[in-house]
DNA sequence: AGACTGACTCCAA
DNA sequence: GTTGGAGCCAGTC
């Protein structure tokens, strides 16, 4: 599944966004439940808000359930959007991006393929 | 030790 | 489809 190596909730987050695609996006929730947490979404946040150096984490493509960003009131939503949009993400009018088609499916992509 | 907080989610209305 | 309320987990005060 994930290295052995780490053994910290937050080590395993990290370590899974790390793997997040270009192009793609993967949900808070999504995360946590790869990390072996399904209930603690809120955590994954918190462990990105923390993070040491957000220039070498995609940090960006952590996003809602609802395919909306979750940082605008803690005042990188703009800079969030912005890096995603240069990566490819189409973004609503809603401020919401569709998760059907950019969502990071690990498993199967049938459809897509 | 107990209470509060948060870059969330789910389910019901 | 949207909106509101309750639940949850880990870190911090």
Redesign the pocket.
């Known amino acids: 599944m994930i290295d052995p190596s780490l053994n910290?909730?937050?080590d395993r987050v990290l370590a899974w966004v790390e793997r997040i695609p270009l192009g793609k996006v993967a949900?808070?929730?999504?995360?946590?439940a790869l990390a072996g947490?399904?209930?603690?979404?809120?955590?994954?946040?918190?462990?990105?808000?923390?993070?040491p150096d957000?220039d070498a984490l995609p940090?960006?493509r952590?996003?809602?359930?609802?395919g909306e960003i979750?940082?605008y009131?803690?005042g990188?939503g703009e800079l969030?959007r912005a890096m995603l949009e240069s990566e490819g993400i189409c973004f609503d009018p809603?401020g919401?991006c569709d998760l059907r088609t950019y969502l990071w499916q690990r498993e199967t992509d049938p459809l897509e393929a």
């Open positions: 910290s909730y937050r949900t808070y929730g999504q995360i946590a947490k399904p209930r603690a979404p809120r955590q994954v946040g918190q462990i990105l808000a923390g993070i957000p940090w960006q952590v996003i809602n359930a609802k979750s940082t009131r803690r990188v969030q809603q919401r």
